[in-house]
């Protein structure tokens, strides 16, 4: 795996990367930080990388095991330390999953399953993060 970062220039900090599969996304920083605001910050980056990585895994994992799963999001609430390094050390995630009859029990060990074995973002942000976890099931039309 591997990306590239470029640098936008001396009037402002907008990088644009692009990734070895070949995909591209931008970051800026905030105006205080001589930014322009106009994309993610870094650090919402690796936040939203996580959301993905645990979404991606327990739609697979329910999927896999004959569930009908119709939707999936999930919300990441963050604090990060006060001091440089201004590392994550605390994330809940919030999951809400849509469904037919889906039993809470198998969405409760897909979002386990994908914490404990499968999600290696979360295991990296766990290393100096408090993780905690709620899941809300909604029944589809």
């Known amino acids: 795996m591997e ?11 907008l990088f644009t990367a ?17 930014g322009h605001d106009l994309a993610p910050r870094p650090m919402e980056m690796v936040l939203v ?6 979404a991606y895994d327990v739609v697979l994992i329910l999927k896999r095991g004959r569930h009908v799963v119709t939707g ?10 006060d001091t440089d ?3 994550f ?4 995630f919030a999951f809400t999953v849509t469904g037919r009859n889906l039993p809470r029990e198998a969405v409760e060990r ?3 399953l994908s914490h404990e074995k499968y999600c290696s ?6 290393k100096t993060a408090a993780l905690t976890f709620s899941v809300d099931i909604v029944e589809a039309p």
């Open 89 to 92: 050390t605390k994330i809940h």
């Open 121 to 126: 973002a979360s295991a990296m942000l766990e």
């Open 110 to 112: 897909a979002v386990a």
């Open 72 to 81: 999936c999001s999930v919300k990441l609430q963050a604090e990060r330390a």
């Open 3 to 13: 990306c590239t970062v470029d640098w936008g220039g001396p009037s402002g900090m």
């Open 49 to 54: 990388g996580t959301g993905g990585c645990t």
């Open 18 to 34: 692009s990734t070895g599969t070949g995909h591209v996304t931008v970051m800026d920083g905030a105006v205080d930080g001589g």
């Open 85 to 87: 390094p201004k590392v």
